[in-house]
């Protein structure tokens, strides 16, 4: 099982989601905060169609997060990225802003097109664009 701050995780809650799917793809770790999972399992319900997870937790060792001066909220367990793009992108991250998520980030341009949800209460309330 995948760890959780301050125990395991018990996946079972999260039914449209892998253990997987949020693995450190540098470290294998996982440590997704279960504030974050209810969320987005809650926002996967009202979307109502498959959310494919790009990026879940990263471990501070993960060369992105390693790059910058204070590593972000995907190192916190409070940030997924999600492949979507052109109505349900919009459509997703108006759902996001009704579920509660504060940290939206959107990149529709090129390849790998996908829609940055987090809920970190550590970090300021943005909606960006990737350059």
């Keep these: 099982m995948g760890r959780a701050y301050g125990g395991v995780m ?6 449209n989601f892998r253990l997987e799917e949020f693995r450190c793809r540098y470290t294998g770790e996982c ?9 987005l399992q809650q926002l996967r319900g009202v979307f109502g169609k498959p959310m494919v997870v790009t990026s879940g937790y990263r471990s501070k060792r993960h060369p992105i997060e390693a790059a910058k001066a204070t590593p972000g909220e995907h190192t916190h367990g409070r940030a997924t990225d999600v492949a979507v793009q052109g109505a349900d992108a ?3 991250v108006h759902l996001a802003l009704m579920a509660g998520f504060t940290r939206i980030g959107v990149n529709q341009k090129g390849t790998g097109r996908f829609i940055h949800l987090g809920d970190s209460p550590e970090f300021p309330v943005s909606i960006w664009s990737y350059e």
């Design 31 to 39: 440590e997704m905060h279960p504030d974050h999972m209810r969320r």
């Design 10 to 15: 018990d996946w079972r809650q999260y039914p």
């Design 90 to 92: 919009l459509r997703l």
